[in-house]
C-alpha cells in the first residue's frame, strides 16, 4: 500500500500534528502567519514590484490565509473525525460480514479536493474515489470518508503517497475488511515565458491516476478490485490499468520533468535570499524543508515565480513596434471603410493573481474591423501581445483593458476582447469552487454602439469548457 507503517498512523490518529502557534493571539498575530507576510513581501521585491503600492498592500496577508488555509491538514486530527462518526451496524461480524448482508464496497465517488504539489508548492486539483468493506459491525458516516481524505489533501502532497495516507487512516482507524483509493489528479503546466511565446500550442495540463488498497484490496490483482472497478467504469475510469510500481516511479511534477524547456539564462541560478525566503514558508506551513522531497521545493518554486517578474523591456511584436499598424488598402491609400470583421479565437494565456500570487490561466478572443481588401492580421502577433501581458502579476480585469488598448493602437478603435479564465484562487483558499471560470469584456468602436456587430463576434466564440 505505501511506506507508511501502523505506527505513524496510530500516532496520527491520536494527536495529529502539533504547530507552535499560539491560540490566544488572533490569526494575523501568529508567528507563522506573520513569517509568511514578511517572506512574500521579499518575493514581491525579488519580482521588482512595490508591496506598498496600491493593489499589493493586502497581498502579503491574502498568501498567508490562502497558504496556512491550504495546507491546515497539519492542524487537524483523524481521531477527531472518526470516532465520532463510527456506527453500530446488525448483521455485521467480527471478521469479514458486510452491511446489510451486501457482498459490496461501500463507495463515495467524485469527491472533489485540491492540494498543493510538494515538488512546486503550485495547487493540483484532486477528483478522488474513495470505499470501504465493512467489518466488526461498524460502519462510518460518508461524509467522514470526505473529511478524512480532506485532511490529508490539505497538505503538501504527491498523489501516490496522498492516495497511500488516506487509505491507511481510513484502515486504521474503522477497521474495515479493506479500503480502497482512487485518485485522478490534475496538475497546471504553466510554460516559461520563452517557451511560450516558442509554443503557442503548448500543453497546459498533466494528469496522472493512482491507487492505494489496503486490507483485502491490498493485492493489486485482488478479486476484491473487481467489485469496485464496476462502479468506476462507466466514468471511464479502468482501476485495473493503474500499475502501482509505475506510479511510484514516474514524476508528475512538470518542475521536475527533464522534457520542460530550461529558463533563460538569465534566471538559471535562483536567487539564494528568495530561495530561503521561500523555505521559511514552508517551515511556517507546518512542514520540513530538509525532507527529502521538498529539498528542491524552495529553489523551484523561485525559479517559476520568476517568469512573472516585472520588466520594463520595450515590446516588439512579431517586428511591429507598439504604434499604430496602417491599414492600407493595395493602391497605398488609408481605407476608412472598415467593413469586415475578423477574428482570433481560442489563444492561449498563463498569468499570476498579484492578490494571491496563484496562476490562472484561459483564453482570449479578439474580434475586429479591418480595412476593406486588407487581410486579417496574423495571429501571431496577437498571440504575442497576449502572452506579453500574461506574464505578470495582473488582473484578469487589467489584462482585458491592456490587451484590448494594444489591439486599437494596432489595428484602429473597433476592437472587442474577450477572455475567459479559471483562477487557482477559486479553489485553494477557502472558496473551492472547482471549475468555475470568469469571464471580462471589454468593446470599443462599433462593437460597442452595434449590437448586432457584438452579438456575432460573441456568437462565433467555441463552446469549450477550461479544465480547472
Sequence with gaps: ???????????ELSNGVKQCCSLELGFEQEPETLTIQDAVRLLLTGLREDFNREGLKKTPLRVAKALRHGTRGYRLKVKDIVEGALFHEAGLDDGNGHAGGADEPVIVRDLDLFSYCESCLLPFQVKCHVGYVPSGERVLGLSKLSRVADIFAKRLQDPKRLGDEVCSALYHGIKPAGVAVVLQCLHLHVPNLESAFLDPNHQGWVK?????????????????????????????????????????????????????PKIPCMLESADQELVATVASIIRSLGEDPSRKELVGTPSRYVKWLMNFHNTNLEMKLNGFPCGRLDLLKPNGEVSHNKGQMHSELNLSFWSLCEHHLLPFHGVVHIGYLSAEGINSVGKSLLQSIVQFYGFKLQLQERLTKQITHTVTSLLGGDVMVVVEASH????????EKLGSSTVTCKKLGRFKSDPALKDMFLQSIPNTKLEG
Excluded: Q
Excluded at 490483482?221 to 516511479?249: C, Y
Design 1 to 11: 500500500m505505501g511506506a507508511l507503517d501502523e505506527g505513524h498512523f496510530h500516532e
Design 208 to 260: 496522472t491516476l493512482v491507487r492505494s488498497g489496503s486490507g483485502i484490496f491490498e493485492n493489486e490483482n485482488a478479486d476484491a478490485w473487481d467489485d469496485f472497478a464496476v462502479h468506476l467504469r462507466f466514468k471511464g475510469i479502468d482501476v485495473h490499468r493503474i500499475h502501482i510500481k509505475d506510479s511510484t516511479e514516474r514524476c508528475w511534477c512538470p518542475s521536475r520533468s527533464s522534457s520542460i
Design 424 to 431: 487557482y484562487c477559486m479553489i485553494s483558499r477557502g472558496i
